[in-house]
Protein backbone atom coordinates (compact mmCIF):
# COMPACT_ATOMS: atom_id res chain seq x y z
CA UNK A 1 0.00 0.00 0.00
CA UNK A 2 1.51 3.33 -1.30
CA UNK A 3 1.04 6.52 1.07
CA UNK A 4 0.31 9.51 -0.93
CA UNK A 5 -0.11 12.78 1.03
CA UNK A 6 -2.57 15.71 -0.65
CA UNK A 7 -1.39 19.54 0.07
CA UNK A 8 -4.31 21.16 0.33
CA UNK A 9 -7.94 20.69 1.35
CA UNK A 10 -9.35 22.43 -1.74
CA UNK A 11 -12.27 20.43 -3.80
CA UNK A 12 -9.72 19.46 -5.77
CA UNK A 13 -7.74 17.64 -3.34
CA UNK A 14 -10.21 16.73 -1.21
CA UNK A 15 -11.30 14.88 -4.79
CA UNK A 16 -8.41 13.36 -5.40
CA UNK A 17 -8.07 11.97 -1.94
CA UNK A 18 -11.39 10.32 -2.13
CA UNK A 19 -10.12 8.53 -5.17
CA UNK A 20 -6.73 7.31 -4.24
CA UNK A 21 -8.04 6.01 -1.13
CA UNK A 22 -10.81 4.03 -2.69
CA UNK A 23 -8.09 2.72 -5.01
CA UNK A 24 -6.40 1.38 -2.04
CA UNK A 25 -3.68 3.93 -1.19
CA UNK A 26 -2.92 4.97 2.23
CA UNK A 27 -3.60 8.77 1.83
CA UNK A 28 -3.17 11.99 4.49
CA UNK A 29 -4.00 15.34 3.59
CA UNK A 30 -3.23 18.40 5.48
CA UNK A 31 -5.06 21.72 4.88
CA UNK A 32 -3.47 25.29 6.45
CA UNK A 33 -6.90 26.48 7.34
CA UNK A 34 -9.07 25.60 10.10
CA UNK A 35 -11.73 24.51 7.18
CA UNK A 36 -11.36 22.37 4.34
CA UNK A 37 -12.50 23.41 0.88
CA UNK A 38 -10.41 25.99 0.19
CA UNK A 39 -12.13 28.73 -1.99
CA UNK A 40 -15.05 26.91 -1.29
CA UNK A 41 -15.19 27.81 1.95
CA UNK A 42 -17.76 29.43 4.70
CA UNK A 43 -18.24 31.33 7.59
CA UNK A 44 -21.27 32.14 10.20
CA UNK A 45 -22.05 35.72 11.45
CA UNK A 46 -24.94 37.26 13.25
CA UNK A 47 -27.20 34.68 12.06
CA UNK A 48 -26.05 34.40 8.39
CA UNK A 49 -23.85 32.20 6.91
CA UNK A 50 -22.23 32.77 3.65
CA UNK A 51 -20.15 30.39 0.96
CA UNK A 52 -17.20 32.52 0.53
CA UNK A 53 -16.24 31.27 -3.09
CA UNK A 54 -18.50 29.21 -5.49
CA UNK A 55 -22.38 30.09 -5.83
CA UNK A 56 -22.86 28.03 -9.49
CA UNK A 57 -23.88 24.65 -9.18
CA UNK A 58 -23.83 24.05 -12.94
CA UNK A 59 -22.48 20.50 -15.13
CA UNK A 60 -24.57 18.43 -12.65
CA UNK A 61 -23.09 15.43 -15.32
CA UNK A 62 -19.69 15.75 -13.54
CA UNK A 63 -20.78 15.43 -10.41
CA UNK A 64 -22.87 12.03 -11.19
CA UNK A 65 -19.78 10.61 -12.70
CA UNK A 66 -17.65 11.66 -9.89
CA UNK A 67 -19.73 10.33 -7.00
CA UNK A 68 -20.86 7.06 -9.22
CA UNK A 69 -17.24 6.38 -9.60
CA UNK A 70 -16.47 6.47 -5.90
CA UNK A 71 -20.09 4.47 -5.35
CA UNK A 72 -22.05 7.11 -4.64
CA UNK A 73 -24.87 8.82 -5.45
CA UNK A 74 -25.33 12.82 -5.92
CA UNK A 75 -28.37 12.56 -4.08
CA UNK A 76 -27.43 10.88 -1.01
CA UNK A 77 -25.12 13.33 -0.68
CA UNK A 78 -26.58 16.95 -1.93
CA UNK A 79 -30.10 17.58 -2.02
CA UNK A 80 -30.54 19.71 -5.34
CA UNK A 81 -33.26 22.27 -6.45
CA UNK A 82 -33.08 23.42 -10.09
CA UNK A 83 -33.26 27.67 -10.26
CA UNK A 84 -36.50 29.01 -12.13
CA UNK A 85 -35.48 31.55 -13.45
CA UNK A 86 -31.91 30.63 -13.40
CA UNK A 87 -30.39 34.16 -13.71
CA UNK A 88 -31.32 37.69 -13.75
CA UNK A 89 -29.75 40.38 -15.33
CA UNK A 90 -29.42 43.63 -15.26
CA UNK A 91 -28.31 46.09 -18.31
CA UNK A 92 -27.03 49.23 -17.65
CA UNK A 93 -27.65 50.41 -21.34
CA UNK A 94 -31.68 50.57 -21.24
CA UNK A 95 -31.99 49.74 -17.76
CA UNK A 96 -33.73 46.32 -18.91
CA UNK A 97 -34.13 43.86 -17.16
CA UNK A 98 -34.17 39.98 -18.27
CA UNK A 99 -35.06 36.76 -16.66
CA UNK A 100 -33.14 33.26 -18.09
CA UNK A 101 -34.90 29.98 -17.76
CA UNK A 102 -32.46 27.33 -18.83
CA UNK A 103 -35.51 26.80 -20.95
CA UNK A 104 -35.62 27.58 -24.70
CA UNK A 105 -38.96 28.05 -24.59
CA UNK A 106 -38.88 30.87 -22.20
CA UNK A 107 -35.12 31.82 -23.42
CA UNK A 108 -36.07 32.14 -27.14
CA UNK A 109 -39.09 34.85 -27.01
CA UNK A 110 -36.31 36.99 -24.46
CA UNK A 111 -33.60 36.70 -27.03
CA UNK A 112 -36.11 37.76 -29.91
CA UNK A 113 -37.19 40.51 -27.88
CA UNK A 114 -33.85 42.05 -28.52
CA UNK A 115 -32.43 40.62 -32.05
CA UNK A 116 -35.43 39.37 -34.02
CA UNK A 117 -34.27 36.07 -35.62
CA UNK A 118 -32.10 35.49 -32.67
CA UNK A 119 -34.28 32.08 -31.54
CA UNK A 120 -32.91 30.35 -34.66
CA UNK A 121 -29.61 31.22 -34.23
CA UNK A 122 -29.52 30.13 -30.90
CA UNK A 123 -30.46 26.99 -31.68
CA UNK A 124 -28.31 26.38 -33.86
CA UNK A 125 -25.98 28.06 -31.77
CA UNK A 126 -26.65 25.43 -28.96
CA UNK A 127 -26.50 22.27 -31.05
CA UNK A 128 -22.91 23.52 -31.65
CA UNK A 129 -22.16 24.19 -28.44
CA UNK A 130 -24.00 20.33 -27.46
CA UNK A 131 -21.91 18.74 -30.14
CA UNK A 132 -18.48 20.60 -28.88
CA UNK A 133 -19.43 19.96 -24.78
CA UNK A 134 -19.83 16.01 -25.77
CA UNK A 135 -16.66 15.65 -28.14
CA UNK A 136 -14.58 17.66 -25.07
CA UNK A 137 -16.11 15.77 -22.39
CA UNK A 138 -15.71 12.10 -23.98
CA UNK A 139 -11.98 13.08 -25.75
CA UNK A 140 -10.48 15.92 -24.38
CA UNK A 141 -11.71 16.93 -20.34
CA UNK A 142 -10.62 14.12 -19.14
CA UNK A 143 -7.46 13.27 -21.00
CA UNK A 144 -4.02 13.63 -19.60
CA UNK A 145 -1.14 15.21 -22.27
CA UNK A 146 2.57 13.89 -22.25
CA UNK A 147 3.64 16.21 -25.17
CA UNK A 148 2.22 18.29 -28.24
CA UNK A 149 2.19 14.60 -30.06
CA UNK A 150 -0.56 13.22 -27.71
CA UNK A 151 -2.79 16.97 -28.50
CA UNK A 152 -2.32 16.59 -32.40
CA UNK A 153 -2.97 13.00 -33.16
CA UNK A 154 -5.66 11.26 -35.48
CA UNK A 155 -8.48 11.26 -32.93
CA UNK A 156 -8.05 15.12 -32.39
CA UNK A 157 -7.65 16.46 -36.14
CA UNK A 158 -10.94 14.68 -37.05
CA UNK A 159 -12.82 15.77 -33.59
CA UNK A 160 -10.91 18.29 -33.21
CA UNK A 161 -11.63 20.02 -36.57
CA UNK A 162 -15.33 20.74 -35.01
CA UNK A 163 -14.25 22.26 -32.24
CA UNK A 164 -13.67 26.30 -32.36
CA UNK A 165 -10.49 26.29 -30.69
CA UNK A 166 -8.38 29.07 -32.65
CA UNK A 167 -10.66 31.57 -32.66
CA UNK A 168 -11.91 33.81 -29.85
CA UNK A 169 -15.36 33.86 -28.23
CA UNK A 170 -16.32 37.59 -28.73
CA UNK A 171 -15.57 36.98 -32.86
CA UNK A 172 -17.51 33.19 -32.27
CA UNK A 173 -20.32 34.52 -30.93
CA UNK A 174 -20.45 37.49 -32.91
CA UNK A 175 -20.73 35.39 -36.35
CA UNK A 176 -24.48 34.36 -34.51
CA UNK A 177 -25.40 37.64 -33.14
CA UNK A 178 -25.17 41.44 -33.43
CA UNK A 179 -27.49 42.95 -30.75
CA UNK A 180 -24.73 43.87 -27.82
CA UNK A 181 -26.95 42.50 -25.19
CA UNK A 182 -27.29 39.19 -26.60
CA UNK A 183 -23.78 38.91 -27.27
CA UNK A 184 -22.99 40.23 -23.35
CA UNK A 185 -25.58 37.12 -22.11
CA UNK A 186 -23.21 34.39 -24.38
CA UNK A 187 -20.22 35.36 -23.56
CA UNK A 188 -21.01 36.73 -19.29
CA UNK A 189 -20.27 32.48 -18.39
CA UNK A 190 -16.18 33.29 -19.14
CA UNK A 191 -15.97 34.73 -15.89
CA UNK A 192 -16.34 31.45 -14.37
CA UNK A 193 -13.01 30.62 -16.18
CA UNK A 194 -11.83 33.94 -15.16
CA UNK A 195 -11.45 35.36 -18.65
CA UNK A 196 -12.32 37.54 -21.26
CA UNK A 197 -14.21 37.33 -24.57
CA UNK A 198 -11.23 38.72 -26.40
CA UNK A 199 -8.74 36.11 -25.35
CA UNK A 200 -10.94 33.05 -24.71
CA UNK A 201 -11.04 30.51 -26.90
CA UNK A 202 -14.64 29.75 -28.58
CA UNK A 203 -14.04 26.38 -27.58
CA UNK A 204 -15.37 27.40 -24.23
CA UNK A 205 -19.11 27.90 -25.77
CA UNK A 206 -19.76 25.02 -24.43
CA UNK A 207 -20.33 26.81 -21.68
CA UNK A 208 -23.42 28.18 -23.03
CA UNK A 209 -24.43 24.72 -23.71
CA UNK A 210 -24.10 24.12 -19.57
CA UNK A 211 -26.04 27.04 -18.97
CA UNK A 212 -29.03 26.71 -21.45
CA UNK A 213 -29.37 23.29 -21.67
CA UNK A 214 -28.25 21.60 -18.64
CA UNK A 215 -29.36 24.20 -15.99
CA UNK A 216 -28.13 25.95 -13.02
CA UNK A 217 -28.85 24.17 -9.63
CA UNK A 218 -28.17 25.15 -5.91
CA UNK A 219 -27.15 22.45 -3.35
CA UNK A 220 -29.90 23.23 -0.05
CA UNK A 221 -27.63 23.95 2.41
CA UNK A 222 -25.21 26.02 0.38
CA UNK A 223 -22.29 24.90 -1.81
CA UNK A 224 -20.24 24.06 0.96
CA UNK A 225 -22.44 20.89 0.88
CA UNK A 226 -20.01 19.57 -1.48
CA UNK A 227 -17.28 20.03 0.14
CA UNK A 228 -18.65 18.30 3.19
CA UNK A 229 -20.22 15.57 1.36
CA UNK A 230 -16.37 15.03 -0.12
CA UNK A 231 -14.89 14.86 3.35
CA UNK A 232 -17.46 12.54 4.82
CA UNK A 233 -16.30 10.25 1.53
CA UNK A 234 -12.69 10.82 2.34
CA UNK A 235 -13.49 9.84 5.84
CA UNK A 236 -15.11 6.92 4.39
CA UNK A 237 -12.70 5.72 2.80
CA UNK A 238 -9.83 6.35 5.17
CA UNK A 239 -8.40 8.98 4.23
CA UNK A 240 -6.26 10.73 7.38
CA UNK A 241 -7.43 14.62 7.16
CA UNK A 242 -5.65 17.12 8.82
CA UNK A 243 -6.28 20.55 9.29
CA UNK A 244 -4.98 23.32 10.69
CA UNK A 245 -1.54 22.39 9.51
CA UNK A 246 0.10 23.59 6.55
CA UNK A 247 2.82 21.98 4.70
CA UNK A 248 6.51 24.11 4.72
CA UNK A 249 7.74 22.83 2.22
CA UNK A 250 8.32 19.24 -0.19
CA UNK A 251 11.05 17.11 0.67
CA UNK A 252 13.07 15.83 -2.24
CA UNK A 253 15.76 12.93 -2.03
CA UNK A 254 17.47 12.17 -5.28
CA UNK A 255 14.85 13.94 -7.41
CA UNK A 256 12.28 11.78 -5.61
CA UNK A 257 9.21 13.68 -3.61
CA UNK A 258 9.67 11.26 -0.40
CA UNK A 259 7.08 13.11 1.77
CA UNK A 260 6.98 16.61 3.44
CA UNK A 261 7.65 18.89 6.55
CA UNK A 262 4.76 20.24 8.11
CA UNK A 263 4.73 23.81 9.54
CA UNK A 264 5.00 22.21 13.10
CA UNK A 265 8.61 21.12 11.58
CA UNK A 266 7.64 16.99 11.39
CA UNK A 267 8.32 15.34 8.61
CA UNK A 268 6.31 13.12 6.79
CA UNK A 269 7.16 10.26 4.61
CA UNK A 270 5.02 9.22 1.60
CA UNK A 271 6.20 7.78 -1.90
CA UNK A 272 3.71 10.29 -3.70
CA UNK A 273 2.97 13.91 -2.66
CA UNK A 274 -0.15 15.50 -4.73
CA UNK A 275 -0.56 19.26 -4.51
CA UNK A 276 -3.63 21.23 -4.18
CA UNK A 277 -1.76 24.56 -3.09
CA UNK A 278 -1.56 26.83 -5.85
CA UNK A 279 0.54 25.86 -8.17
CA UNK A 280 2.54 29.33 -8.29
CA UNK A 281 3.20 28.42 -4.26
CA UNK A 282 3.96 24.84 -4.52
CA UNK A 283 6.32 25.43 -7.27
CA UNK A 284 8.11 29.22 -5.95
CA UNK A 285 8.27 28.34 -1.85
CA UNK A 286 7.78 24.81 -1.56
CA UNK A 287 10.29 23.44 -3.21
CA UNK A 288 13.73 24.61 -3.65
CA UNK A 289 15.15 26.31 -6.44
CA UNK A 290 16.92 22.98 -7.98
CA UNK A 291 13.59 21.08 -8.30
CA UNK A 292 11.75 24.24 -10.07
CA UNK A 293 10.01 23.41 -13.26
CA UNK A 294 9.30 27.37 -13.68
CA UNK A 295 11.17 30.36 -12.01
CA UNK A 296 9.12 33.46 -11.24
CA UNK A 297 9.56 35.25 -14.51
CA UNK A 298 7.33 32.08 -15.88
CA UNK A 299 4.15 32.84 -13.71
CA UNK A 300 5.26 36.71 -14.37
CA UNK A 301 4.30 35.96 -18.12
CA UNK A 302 1.15 33.97 -17.50
CA UNK A 303 -2.20 36.03 -17.81
CA UNK A 304 -4.03 35.56 -14.50
CA UNK A 305 -7.42 35.09 -13.81
CA UNK A 306 -9.34 38.20 -12.01
CA UNK A 307 -9.36 38.47 -8.45
CA UNK A 308 -12.20 40.18 -6.71
CA UNK A 309 -14.08 42.58 -4.52
CA UNK A 310 -16.32 40.45 -2.87
CA UNK A 311 -18.37 42.05 0.42
CA UNK A 312 -20.41 39.47 2.62
CA UNK A 313 -23.59 41.46 3.46
CA UNK A 314 -26.41 40.58 6.20
CA UNK A 315 -29.55 42.98 5.09
CA UNK A 316 -32.55 43.34 6.89
CA UNK A 317 -35.21 42.17 5.72
CA UNK A 318 -35.93 41.30 1.93
CA UNK A 319 -34.94 42.62 -1.27
CA UNK A 320 -37.63 42.48 -4.02
CA UNK A 321 -35.34 42.89 -7.35
CA UNK A 322 -33.05 40.02 -6.79
CA UNK A 323 -33.31 36.77 -7.31
CA UNK A 324 -31.13 33.48 -6.19
CA UNK A 325 -28.43 34.61 -9.06
CA UNK A 326 -28.15 38.17 -10.68
CA UNK A 327 -25.71 40.13 -12.90
CA UNK A 328 -25.53 43.27 -13.65
CA UNK A 329 -23.47 44.02 -16.78
CA UNK A 330 -21.35 47.36 -17.04
CA UNK A 331 -21.87 49.45 -20.74
CA UNK A 332 -18.50 49.55 -22.19
CA UNK A 333 -18.02 45.50 -22.05
CA UNK A 334 -14.47 45.84 -23.51
CA UNK A 335 -13.00 48.58 -21.33
CA UNK A 336 -14.34 46.79 -18.35
CA UNK A 337 -12.03 43.52 -19.38
CA UNK A 338 -9.22 46.04 -20.36
CA UNK A 339 -9.47 47.51 -16.73
CA UNK A 340 -9.16 43.96 -15.36
CA UNK A 341 -6.34 42.40 -18.13
CA UNK A 342 -4.41 44.85 -19.73
CA UNK A 343 -4.31 48.29 -18.05
CA UNK A 344 -5.04 46.95 -14.14
CA UNK A 345 -7.23 49.72 -11.94
CA UNK A 346 -10.35 49.46 -10.11
CA UNK A 347 -12.94 49.65 -13.30
CA UNK A 348 -14.88 52.74 -13.54
CA UNK A 349 -18.08 51.22 -14.78
CA UNK A 350 -17.66 47.45 -12.80
CA UNK A 351 -19.95 44.54 -13.89
CA UNK A 352 -20.90 42.47 -10.73
CA UNK A 353 -22.82 39.37 -9.64
CA UNK A 354 -24.67 39.56 -6.54
CA UNK A 355 -26.19 36.21 -5.10
CA UNK A 356 -29.06 36.09 -2.69
CA UNK A 357 -29.25 32.38 -1.33
CA UNK A 358 -31.74 33.10 1.07
CA UNK A 359 -33.97 33.49 -1.84
CA UNK A 360 -33.93 29.46 -1.77
CA UNK A 361 -32.66 28.44 1.39
CA UNK A 362 -34.24 29.93 4.90
CA UNK A 363 -31.19 28.36 6.66
CA UNK A 364 -28.45 31.01 4.89
CA UNK A 365 -30.08 33.69 7.05
CA UNK A 366 -32.43 35.09 10.17
CA UNK A 367 -35.94 34.65 8.97
CA UNK A 368 -37.23 37.77 6.71
CA UNK A 369 -33.62 38.87 6.08
CA UNK A 370 -31.18 38.33 3.48
CA UNK A 371 -27.84 37.14 2.76
CA UNK A 372 -26.03 38.67 -0.09
CA UNK A 373 -23.27 37.98 -1.44
CA UNK A 374 -21.74 40.24 -4.01
CA UNK A 375 -18.17 39.67 -6.23
CA UNK A 376 -16.82 42.29 -8.65
CA UNK A 377 -14.36 41.08 -10.94
CA UNK A 378 -11.18 43.11 -10.24
CA UNK A 379 -7.07 42.81 -11.55
CA UNK A 380 -4.84 40.38 -9.84
CA UNK A 381 -2.36 42.16 -8.20
CA UNK A 382 -4.20 45.54 -7.85
CA UNK A 383 -2.60 47.31 -4.78
CA UNK A 384 -4.85 49.46 -2.86
CA UNK A 385 -5.25 50.85 0.90
CA UNK A 386 -7.75 49.72 3.08
CA UNK A 387 -8.97 53.22 2.88
CA UNK A 388 -9.28 52.61 -1.01
CA UNK A 389 -10.76 49.47 -1.16
CA UNK A 390 -13.97 51.12 1.77
CA UNK A 391 -14.71 53.43 -0.75
CA UNK A 392 -14.81 51.30 -4.06
CA UNK A 393 -17.00 49.03 -1.83
CA UNK A 394 -19.18 52.11 -1.17
CA UNK A 395 -19.16 52.82 -4.70
CA UNK A 396 -20.24 48.95 -5.59
CA UNK A 397 -23.06 49.48 -2.81
CA UNK A 398 -24.14 52.90 -4.54
CA UNK A 399 -24.36 50.88 -8.28
CA UNK A 400 -26.22 48.34 -6.67
CA UNK A 401 -28.82 50.49 -5.20
CA UNK A 402 -29.74 52.64 -8.04
CA UNK A 403 -29.18 50.00 -11.11
CA UNK A 404 -30.84 46.74 -8.90
CA UNK A 405 -33.59 48.96 -7.56
CA UNK A 406 -32.09 48.51 -4.21
CA UNK A 407 -32.63 52.23 -3.12
CA UNK A 408 -32.66 51.50 1.07
CA UNK A 409 -29.62 48.97 0.58
CA UNK A 410 -27.11 51.21 2.72
CA UNK A 411 -29.09 51.99 5.54
CA UNK A 412 -30.39 47.87 6.24
CA UNK A 413 -27.37 46.69 6.14
CA UNK A 414 -26.49 44.81 9.62
CA UNK A 415 -23.18 42.85 8.46
CA UNK A 416 -20.75 43.96 6.15
CA UNK A 417 -17.09 42.12 5.60
CA UNK A 418 -14.85 42.62 2.63
CA UNK A 419 -12.88 40.17 0.74
CA UNK A 420 -10.10 41.20 -1.76
CA UNK A 421 -6.25 40.60 -3.11
CA UNK A 422 -4.72 40.29 -0.06
CA UNK A 423 -7.33 37.89 1.45
CA UNK A 424 -6.73 35.77 -1.35
CA UNK A 425 -3.09 35.77 -0.96
CA UNK A 426 -3.03 35.42 2.80
CA UNK A 427 -5.62 32.69 2.63
CA UNK A 428 -4.89 30.27 -0.24
CA UNK A 429 -1.48 31.26 -0.73
CA UNK A 430 -2.53 32.72 -4.27
CA UNK A 431 -0.15 34.55 -6.67
CA UNK A 432 -1.12 37.84 -6.62
CA UNK A 433 -4.29 37.20 -5.33
CA UNK A 434 -6.18 36.02 -7.95
CA UNK A 435 -9.34 34.81 -7.06
CA UNK A 436 -9.76 31.76 -9.52
CA UNK A 437 -5.83 31.34 -10.97
CA UNK A 438 -4.64 31.00 -14.41
CA UNK A 439 -6.76 32.52 -17.25
CA UNK A 440 -8.09 30.04 -20.17
CA UNK A 441 -6.43 31.79 -22.75
CA UNK A 442 -5.61 30.27 -26.26
CA UNK A 443 -1.91 30.13 -24.65
CA UNK A 444 -3.32 28.64 -21.38
CA UNK A 445 -5.30 25.50 -22.81
CA UNK A 446 -4.66 22.01 -23.04
CA UNK A 447 -1.21 21.04 -23.78
CA UNK A 448 -0.45 24.78 -23.37
CA UNK A 449 -1.60 25.05 -19.62
CA UNK A 450 1.09 23.55 -16.93
CA UNK A 451 0.73 20.04 -16.61
CA UNK A 452 -0.27 17.74 -14.07
CA UNK A 453 3.19 16.09 -12.88
CA UNK A 454 6.53 17.37 -12.02
CA UNK A 455 9.43 17.15 -14.81
CA UNK A 456 11.87 17.66 -12.11
CA UNK A 457 10.49 15.71 -9.32
CA UNK A 458 9.57 12.51 -9.45
CA UNK A 459 6.27 11.35 -7.97
CA UNK A 460 5.24 14.90 -7.49
CA UNK A 461 1.76 16.02 -9.08
CA UNK A 462 -0.49 18.47 -8.99
CA UNK A 463 -4.43 19.20 -8.61
CA UNK A 464 -6.11 22.47 -8.65
CA UNK A 465 -6.82 25.20 -11.01
CA UNK A 466 -3.49 25.78 -12.25
CA UNK A 467 -3.27 22.62 -14.13
CA UNK A 468 -5.57 20.76 -16.47
CA UNK A 469 -8.50 20.79 -17.00
CA UNK A 470 -8.74 24.31 -15.21
CA UNK A 471 -11.39 26.21 -13.55
CA UNK A 472 -13.99 25.11 -11.87
CA UNK A 473 -15.84 23.37 -8.86
CA UNK A 474 -16.85 20.54 -11.55
CA UNK A 475 -13.55 20.95 -13.21
CA UNK A 476 -11.65 20.34 -10.18
CA UNK A 477 -13.55 16.87 -9.95
CA UNK A 478 -12.08 15.97 -13.43
CA UNK A 479 -8.90 16.99 -12.56
CA UNK A 480 -8.60 14.72 -9.75
CA UNK A 481 -9.56 11.43 -11.56
CA UNK A 482 -6.91 12.92 -14.15
CA UNK A 483 -4.29 12.56 -11.44
CA UNK A 484 -5.22 9.23 -10.15
CA UNK A 485 -4.77 8.34 -14.49
CA UNK A 486 -1.23 9.83 -14.03
CA UNK A 487 -0.01 7.73 -11.09
CA UNK A 488 -1.71 4.64 -12.16
CA UNK A 489 -0.96 4.84 -15.44
CA UNK A 490 -4.12 4.61 -17.21
CA UNK A 491 -4.35 6.26 -20.33
CA UNK A 492 -8.75 6.01 -21.15
CA UNK A 493 -9.68 9.63 -22.41
CA UNK A 494 -13.17 9.41 -20.97
CA UNK A 495 -14.10 9.73 -18.01
CA UNK A 496 -13.37 6.05 -15.29
CA UNK A 497 -16.72 4.17 -14.14
CA UNK A 498 -14.93 1.98 -12.17
Excluded at 61 to 89: C, Q, T
Aim: proline residues 5%; hydrophobic residues 40%; aromatic residues 12%.
Amino acid sequence: MQKVIVIGGGIGGLATACILARKGYEVSLYEKNKTLGGRANIFEAEGFCFDMGPSWYLMPDIFENFFSFMGEKVEDHLELIRLAPSYRIFFKDDNKIVDMFSDLDKDIPTLEELEPGAGDKLREYLDKAKQQYEIAKDGFMYKNYNSIFDFINFRTMIEGSKLSVFSDMDRYVSKYFKHPLVKKILQYPLVFLGSSPYNTPALYSIMNHIDFNMGVFYPQGGMYTITEALVNIAQKNGVNIVSGMGVKQIVVENRKAIGVELESREIVKADIVVSNADMTHTELSLLASAHRQYDEAYWEKKVLAPSALIMYLGVKGKVDSLVHHNLLFSQDWKTNFEQIFDDPMWPDDPSMYVCAPSKTDPNVAPEGDENLFVLVPIAAGLEYSEEELDSYANKVLAIMQSEMNIPDLNERIIYKRLYSVKNFEQDYNAYKGTALGLAHTINQTAIFRPNNYSKKVKNLYYVGAGTNPGIGVPIQLISAEMVYKRIAGINQDSPLTE
